[in-house]
């Protein structure tokens, strides 16, 4: 026999007029196979019958909780027993046998003498809740035998007996208690679910029946969230229970929550497809409630892919296969953004279906399929009858340059077979096709696109940025030298601020792509930006010996120019292997120069005076320098020689 107490003293106290320890509650009914006879055993040892253990428990608790009835009865026959003592928890010995169905001792101590069946524990459940929420349904009819019971006693979420029931399917209880004059079947818990609400969300099929039947049950009450039991059942796919709801008698069948959903929405969004097909059959759905237009059913359906509910909505009478949300998007719009193909197909197969149709940011549904690289969505699309390839959303951008902007080369290509498509479209912030590629690096698309007829490889937008100068100032050589290969291709436009693509390339230290566009004839090395600063400049101050190397390599570069600031290359230098660098080219220059100008001074050529005076430095390097700088005197020369 299981101990019936926790935990206790084991001397509890000592037996009057003896020096014996008197045994305590803690060991009552711990041994033995005669139940009673050990518990008249020990109290006549003088246990305390109202002595608590640990969890706050006496002995009546444990007999109550496992059902000993000749245990219950031999302690509810000792003087000064105390029946509604509360463990920690506020669980009676009521409680305890009302939850774990106890029948007999629930009789047993329903007779004792002063016994109080209200007593709640610490979330405010009588024995009348607990025994409804665990469905025993004996126990409930004995409770529901007291006189005075309150049978609307909420608990500490506000849930009442029969709301607890009703969750949990306990048809029977549920059908007692609806039995109860009095009864309040509408009654909502803190959610604002009521009996019928919690039934219906959790399919309990016949609790649903007991409660429809019930006078004065509201059937289309909501929770606060606006749903119905119509609606919650729809959600959750309970076909059985929604099958009844629809029999009931004044049901709102369109009822939409506070997210703008009907019934018809929240199965179609689930993919409910035997919950959508008893809501179509419906006499007075409607298949295009979209109240503050925000989620019509098809289009529920539509975006999460659920092809048979589609199939289901499009044969429908009056389905309107354009509905819109509050965001202007149709079902093929989200069908094709969230790359559900089977579900475009059914729908591009619908009589009226607009493919042009355009959301409220003006994209239709090729440009969502482009935009998100959906190739089999975007071909579907494209081979659609009447699609218009080229149109354009708010911002300026069509499908060409969606497709673009994500680097889909097959995209792309199926578009440049399209007549008429507009390659060099620009949108608000001035990007092209042929801008998006050059900048992310997709020399595949650059290559396509620059073969496109009437391809503009110079457009930019209003900050004057070209193809060339984003692949310049991203270091991308693959698509710098498509670009430059390109007929009509000036490698010395500006931007707004006079950055040029080499101005770009010094700055972030791209090596190749200054290489390469060094190569350009034609190149300005020296082209200064609205501050002053040189390609040189930008090298220089940024660190990029390898750039700066490059540069000074390059015919005409303008070593000893200064900025808006007056600074020349070497003073905006910010290490020292660049300041040494800059230093040693200053030094041949102003070395050379001297010579040259001394020598033309005296009468000499210019020619003849530089080629002397670079074959009187005696380094090689320094050269090597001076015969490009004879090579290019005017540019060169810090002071042109005077004539002589």
Known sequence: ????????????????????????AEWMLSCG????????????AGVDVNESGSGGRVPL??????????????????????????????????????????????????????INVSLADVVRRTPLSVASYKGHSEVVSLLLGVP????????????????????????????????????????????????????????????????????????????????????????????EVVSLLLRAPGMDINVVDVDGRTPLSLASCMGHSRVVSLLLGAPGIDTNLTRNDRWPPLSAASSEGHSEVVSLLLTAPGIDVNVADKY????????????????????????????????????????????????????????????????????????????????????????????GIDVNVIDKDG????SLASSRGHPKLVSLLLGAPGINVNLAGKDGRTPLYRASNNGRSEDVSLLLGAPGIDANLADEHGHTPLCCACSGGHS????????????????????????????????????????????????????KEGQSALEVARNQDMVRLLEEVVLVKQTFGALV????????????????????????????????????????MHHPPTKG
């Open 431 to 434: 990007w092209t096709p042929l």
């Open 512 to 563: 190749e792509v200054v290489s390469l566009l060094l190569g350009v004839p034609g190149i300005d090395v020296n082209r200064a930006d609205k501050d002053g600063q040189t390609p040189l400049h930008w090298a220089s101050s940024r660190g990029h010996l390898k750039v700066a190397t490059a540069l000074l390599g390059a015919p005409g570069v303008g070593v000893l120019r200064k900025n």
């Open 597 to 636: 100008l001394a020598l033309a001074h005296c009468g000499m050529p210019r020619s003849e005076a530089a080629n002397l005076a670079m074959h009187g430095l005696r380094d090689d390097g320094a050269r090597m320098m001076a015969k490009r700088m004879r090579d290019t005197w005017p540019l060169e």
């Open 148 to 239: 005075g019971m309150d049978i609307n006693v909420v608990d500490i979420d506000g849930r009442t007996p029969l709301y607890l029931a009703s969750s949990s399917g306990h048809s029977e209880v549920v059908s007692l208690l609806l039995g109860m004059p009095g009864i309040d079947v509408n009654r909502a818990d803190k959610l604002g679910l009521n009996p019928l609400n919690c039934a219906a969300s959790q399919g309990h099929y016949q609790a649903v029946v007991h409660l429809l039947r019930a006078p004065g049950i509201s059937i289309n009450v909501t929770d606060k969230v606006g749903r119905t039991p119509l609606s919650v059942a729809s959600y959750k796919g309970h076909a």
């Open 33 to 44: 196979d005669d139940v009673e006879e050990e518990v008249r055993r020990l109290l006549e």
């Open 61 to 114: 608790h444990r007999a109550a909780r496992d059902g000993l009835v000749g245990a219950v009865k031999v302690l509810l026959g000792v003087p000064g027993i105390e029946v509604n003592l509360a463990d920690k928890d506020g669980w009676t010995p009521l409680s305890l046998a009302s939850s774990e169905g106890q029948a007999e001792v629930v009789s047993l101590l329903l007779t004792a003498p002063g």
């Open 1 to 24: 026999m299981g101990n019936l107490l926790s935990a206790g003293s084991v001397s509890g106290g000592r037996s009057a007029g003896s020096g014996r320890a008197r045994p305590s």
């Open 328 to 419: 202007g998007r149709t079902p093929l719009i989200l069908a094709s953004r969230d790359g559900h193909s089977e579900v475009v197909s059914l729908l591009l197969g619908a009589p009226g279906i607009d493919v042009n149709r355009a959301d409220n940011f003006g994209d239709i549904p090729l440009m969502c399929a482009a935009g998100e690289g959906l190739f089999e969505i975007f071909s579907q699309l494209l081979s659609a009858p009447g699609i218009d390839a080229d149109l354009k959303n708010i911002h300026g951008r069509t499908p060409l340059w969606k497709a673009s902007s994500v680097g889909h080369a097959e995209m792309v290509s199926q578009l440049l077979g399209v007549p």
